[in-house]
Nanobody
Framework: VQLQASGGGSVQAGGSHGLSCAAS????????MGWFRQAPGKEREFVGG????????KYAEPVKGRFTISRNHAKTALYLQMNSLKPEDTAVYYC????????????????WGQGTLVTVSS
């Protein structure tokens, strides 16, 4: 099982940026997928998540209205579109997958990607 996050980089505040996560090694048809992030000196926090059926999508309050999570039909890729970026969005972003009940619960995810750094400058 492998999750490969990509797309990290540097962006100016107010700009947009997109991340991708490729899933391989097994079927993710019945897995939720999510994005988490970890800023320096802080714990890894929930950003957005989508349940296995795609019927439930949740976002953390700081990113609501600015970030959009999506997944391809084959459920082999997860995306995060980030708009109106702020310096406080600077973090290493991780994708995750698992048979979770609560897409916001970090501890329920069994599979994690390696993380990709997004730096937002003011």
């Amino acid at each position: 099982v492998q999750l490969q996050a990509s797309g990290g980089g540097s962006v100016q505040a107010g700009g947009s940026h997109g991340l991708s996560c490729a899933a391989s090694g097994r079927s993710f048809n019945h897995y939720a997928m999510g994005w988490f992030r970890q800023a320096p000196g802080k714990e890894r926090e929930f950003v957005g998540g989508i349940n296995w059926s795609g019927e439930i999508i949740k976002y953390a309050e700081p990113v609501k209205g600015r970030f959009t999570i999506s997944r391809n039909h084959a459920k082999t890729a997860l995306y995060l579109q980030m708009n109106s970026l702020k310096p406080e969005d600077t973090a290493v972003y991780y994708c995750a997958a698992g048979a979770v009940r609560d897409v916001e619960n970090r501890d329920e995810y069994g599979f994690w990607g390696q993380g990709t750094l997004v730096t937002v400058s003011s």
